[in-house]
C-alpha cells in the first residue's frame, strides 16, 4: 500500500472509530436504570452498537469504538467515573473478541457473525460480574449475600443485554455490510490485506 492510501485509510479509521464511538456512547445514554441491592446496572442498546462497530471493522478499531464510547458514557455520570476505565478495557474486549473471530472466521470463506457477536457478548458478561465481586466484595467488603444478589441481578441484566446486541448487531451488519464494502468504508476480511 502507497503512502497515500495508507494515511487516506488511517484518517479512515478514525472518522468510522470516531463515529462508532458516539453511537455507543448515544445508545448507552438512552437506558433504563435497573436498582440492585448495592447500585444501579441499566438495560440499553449501546452494546448493540459496540458489536455492530466489532463486526463491521474488526477487533482492533470495534474494541477501540467500543471501549471509547462506554468510557465516555461513564466519564460524564459520577456514578461510573471511578471506574470508567475498567469500562473502556471490557468493553474493548467484547469488541476484539468479536472482532477477531469475525476476522478469523471471514478469512476462511464462510463468516461467522452471530458466533463472534455472542462470544463478544459473553466475554463482556463474565467481565462485568466478576468486576462486580472482586469490586464490591473484595474492595468494599460487603456481605457475600449481598454481592451475590447484586451480581446475578446485574448478570441477568448483562446476559438481556448481550442477547438483545446480538440479534440486532447481526442483523444490521446484515443489513449495511454490502453497501459500506462497497462503498470501502469496511474492510473486506476475506482478503489478507483487509484483516488486521
Known amino acids: 500500500m502507497d503512502n497515500t492510501r495508507k494515511k487516506s485509510s488511517t484518517a479512515r479509521d478514525i472518522v468510522m472509530v470516531g463515529l462508532m464511538s458516539a453511537l455507543v456512547f448515544i445508545f448507552t445514554y438512552l437506558h433504563i436504570d435497573i436498582p440492585t441491592p448495592l447500585s444501579n446496572t441499566m438495560i440499553h442498546l449501546g452494546n448493540v452498537m459496540s458489536l455492530l462497530s466489532a463486526l463491521l471493522f474488526g477487533g482492533f478499531r470495534g474494541g477501540l469504538a467500543a471501549g471509547f464510547g462506554s468510557m465516555i458514557y461513564d466519564m460524564l455520570d459520577p456514578r ?113 490485506e483487509d484483516r488486521e
Open 80 to 192: 461510573y467515573l471511578p471506574t470508567c476505565w475498567l469500562t473502556f478495557i471490557m468493553k474493548f474486549m467484547m469488541g476484539w473478541v468479536a472482532g477477531k473471530l469475525t476476522e478469523k472466521t471471514a478469512a476462511s470463506g464462510k463468516p461467522q457473525y452471530a458466533l463472534s457477536a455472542a462470544c463478544g457478548s459473553v466475554t463482556y458478561v463474565v467481565l462485568y460480574v466478576l468486576k462486580t465481586f472482586v469490586q464490591n466484595r473484595l474492595v468494599l467488603g460487603y456481605e457475600l449475600e449481598t454481592v451475590l444478589a447484586t451480581m446475578l441481578t446485574k448478570g441477568v441484566t448483562s446476559l438481556a443485554n448481550g442477547i438483545i446486541a446480538v440479534v440486532f448487531a447481526v442483523l444490521l451488519n446484515r443489513a449495511i455490510r454490502p453497501t459500506l464494502m462497497e462503498a470501502g468504508i469496511v474492510p473486506d476480511f476475506t482478503k489478507r
